[in-house]
């Protein structure tokens, strides 16, 4: 049986591939809300949309799929070269790469930290990104651009 499938299977795949509370998004939110950190998802206000924004503390979340935002990227070109239509997500992953990186530079033009966590790694090591996101709280605080004792966090 071939791995290969029709531009039809193809189509269909791809329209069921969400764009918002994604399996990613809702556990690690599920995560920071278990610590009693709040926030507010996929906030418009924000250059990019992230996924997760801490706005008491200004730290903007993204929840990164391994192929859409190019995860070794390097090898995935290979892979991606030697197939059909490898030219198109070539360019499509790249323009969403370069995409990523305008949003990081505009949000911390903005004053905002970011946190980019690819979809294995909140799957496999949850509590690595949560104690991720409580260490950029923590050097926040200790910053003084936010009161501790107004936003405690459970520990």
Known sequence: MSDVLTKEQRRKNMQHIKAKDTVIE???????????????????????KPDIA???YKIAIFCDGEFFHGKDWDELRVKLLKSDNGSFWIKKI???????????????????TVLRFWGTDIKKHTDECIRAVEESIAEIVLEGTCSYEDNKIKT
Not at 94 to 112: F, S, T, Y
Request: proline fraction near 2%.
């Open 26 to 48: 809702v556990l690690l939110r599920k995560s920071l809300w278990k610590k009693g950190i709040r926030y507010r998802k996929n906030y418009a206000a924000l250059p990019g």
């Open 94 to 112: 790249e323009r969403n790469m370069k995409r990523d990186d305008e949003v990081n530079k505009a949000l911390l033009i903005l004053g905002w």
């Open 54 to 56: 801490l706005t008491k």
